[in-house]
């Protein structure tokens, strides 16, 4: 869900004088939308129509997620890696794990990307836009963390290149920072499946007998059931769980494979 060109003026500009409103015959003011929020609302649209979607949630505990950035903070590192840059960094290792979430359906085939871009949903004053984190899964923790940083202040300062934001193969829109709980995200076509995360908050839980605290937060999968099923979305977030609880070995580079070895 990108703008076809972010250098054209985004903001939306109303006709020059009041006209009748089309439902209630009220004096109201149309807004013309930008070329932006019109290939946005197209694709919208789009997904709606032709992606046979569901929606999986599962709550996951943010508690070595947590600790991890309690720890860099100390260190004074800088850009300390946000909430968001560690679910990115865990998404892109989960994803080669299942090589089906970083698909297309094209032409009633299915297309397995070899690189994963993973695209952030940015909200903008009036516009949203998709930068893409490219071969998140051979970044480490702090890469990622720093091609963020870029991303969030180009789009912010609407200086970011088409090229950027395009290419991805997997999405992720975090409104926890919001305050939002969970929501249910809409794929972005052609993508198999785009990861909504919610608020972390302390839940209480029974572990052994003992009532427990710990903060979770609630993940949405929403997902193209031509390309995956509803177990492989339970395992996909079981996976994306348990990496989310050791986050440290995303502060590491990716160990190759023994082919990218050989190369």
């Known amino acids: 869900m990108r703008a076809p060109d972010s250098t ?26 930008s070329r932006a929020q019109q290939f ?6 789009q997904a709606h129509s032709e992606i046979p979607s569901f929606n999986v949630t599962a709550k996951i505990e943010m508690s070595g997620v947590n ?3 309690l720890r860099l903070k100390q260190t004074a590192q800088s850009p300390v890696p946000s909430v968001t840059d ?16 970083n698909s297309s359906y094209a032409e009633e085939q299915f297309v397995l990307h070899e690189r994963v871009n993973i695209g952030i949903a940015v909200a903008l004053s009036d516009l949203l836009v998709v930068p893409t984190v490219f071969d998140a899964d051979r970044l480490t923790l702090d890469e990622i963390a720093l091609t963020t940083v870029q991303l969030v202040q180009g789009a912010r300062a609407r200086t970011l290149k088409p090229a950027e934001l395009g290419g991805g ?14 929501f249910t995200p809409i794929v972005n076509p052609p993508q198999a499946a785009i990861l909504g995360v919610g608020r972390t908050a302390e839940n209480l839980s029974l572990e052994d007998g003992v009532l427990v605290q710990r903060p ?14 509803g ?13 989310l609880q050791e986050p440290e070995q995303l502060l ?8 990218e070895s050989n190369e």
């Open 40 to 45: 946005i609302a197209r694709r919208m649209v």
């Open 169 to 182: 193969t997997f999405t992720i829109s975090n409104l926890g920072m919001f305050g939002i709980e969970s």
């Open 67 to 69: 600790e991890l950035r």
């Open 231 to 243: 177990a492989d979305a339970a395992r996909f977030l079981q996976h994306l769980g348990e990496v």
């Open 216 to 229: 979770r937060a609630l993940f949405s999968l929403s997902c193209d059931h031509r390309l995956v099923y």
């Open 252 to 259: 590491d580079a990716p160990q190759k494979t023994q082919e």
């Open 86 to 101: 560690i679910i990115v960094g865990a998404t892109a290792r989960t994803l080669r794990a299942f090589p089906m979430f």
């Open 8 to 33: 054209e003026s985004s903001a939306a500009s109303p006709v020059e004088k009041e006209k009748r409103a089309p439902v209630t015959g009220e004096t109201a003011t149309l807004v013309r939308p």
